[in-house]
C-alpha cells in the first residue's frame, strides 16, 4: 500500500492550553468528517464559554486535505486562524477542527503575540491527541441471490470487509464499507458473480 492511501487524524477530543499577560487560550482539537460536526462543536463551545471574548478556528477536512478554514472571529486579521490552521498542518493532520477560546487578560500582545499563543495553544492540544492512521473506505450497496449469499460472506470475512447494514426479503441487500486499496478487487469479485453495486 502506497503512503498517500492513508491519513492521519485524532481519535477523539483532546484539549491544550496557553498563557500569555493574564489572556488565557483554551484550545479543543475534535475529529470531524463533515462541517455539520464543525458547526455542532462551535455551538457547544460558544454557549459553553458564552463570556469568552473570541472563538478562534480552523479545521482540514477530506482524506486530500482540500477542504479547510480559518477564522480570526474579531482578533486581527491573519493573528489568530491562520496560525491554528498551520499548527493542524504542521501535524499533518485531516477531519480535525481546532477552536481555541480565549479570554481577554487586560494586555494587548500584539501581533507577533497573537501568532504565537493561538498556535502554542492549538499544537498543545494536537501534542495532548491520540494520532491514528486510517485507511480511506468506499460505502458499497448491492444486493444478491440466497444461492450467492454464502460466497459473499465468505469473502467479507477473509478480507475484513465490515458490513453496515443488511435486509433479507426476495433478495439479499447489502451494505458494507470496503477499504479503498481492496475496492478493486472485491468489485472483481462480485462480477464473477454476476452482481452489480447500486449507483
Known amino acids: ?10 481519535k477523539k477530543q483532546s484539549e491544550g492550553f496557553f498563557k500569555d499577560q493574564n489572556s488565557k ?7 470531524v468528517e463533515s462541517e455539520d460536526e464543525i458547526h455542532k462543536f462551535r455551538n457547544q463551545l460558544r454557549k459553553k464559554f458564552y463570556d469568552a471574548r473570541h472563538h478562534v478556528y480552523a479545521f482540514v477536512i477530506g482524506e486530500d486535505k482540500s477542504t479547510f478554514r480559518a477564522s480570526d472571529d474579531g ?13 493542524i ?10 477552536i481555541v477560546v480565549r479570554y481577554f487578560g487586560g494586555k494587548k500582545l500584539g501581533i507577533p503575540g497573537l501568532i504565537n499563543a493561538y498556535r502554542t495553544a492549538a499544537e498543545d492540544a494536537l501534542k495532548n491527541a491520540e494520532i491514528i492512521e486510517k485507511i480511506p473506505v468506499i460505502d458499497i450497496e448491492f444486493q444478491c441471490e440466497f444461492t450467492q449469499l454464502n460466497n459473499v460472506l465468505q469473502y467479507v470475512n477473509l478480507n ?8 433479507y426479503d426476495e433478495k439479499c441487500h447489502l451494505h458494507l464499507s470496503v477499504d479503498k486499496n481492496k475496492y478493486e478487487d ?9 452482481i452489480s453495486i447500486n449507483s
Open 1 to 10: 500500500m502506497t503512503q498517500h492511501e492513508k491519513y492521519k487524524t485524532i
Open 25 to 31: 487560550f483554551y484550545a479543543f482539537a475534535f475529529p
Open 75 to 87: 482578533e486581527p486579521h491573519n493573528s489568530s486562524g491562520p496560525p491554528v490552521l498551520n499548527a
Open 89 to 98: 498542518k504542521s501535524f499533518d493532520l485531516t477531519n480535525v477542527l481546532v
Open 160 to 167: 475484513n470487509l465490515k458490513i453496515l447494514d443488511q435486509q
Open 186 to 194: 472485491f468489485i472483481d469479485f462480485l462480477q464473477k458473480l454476476n
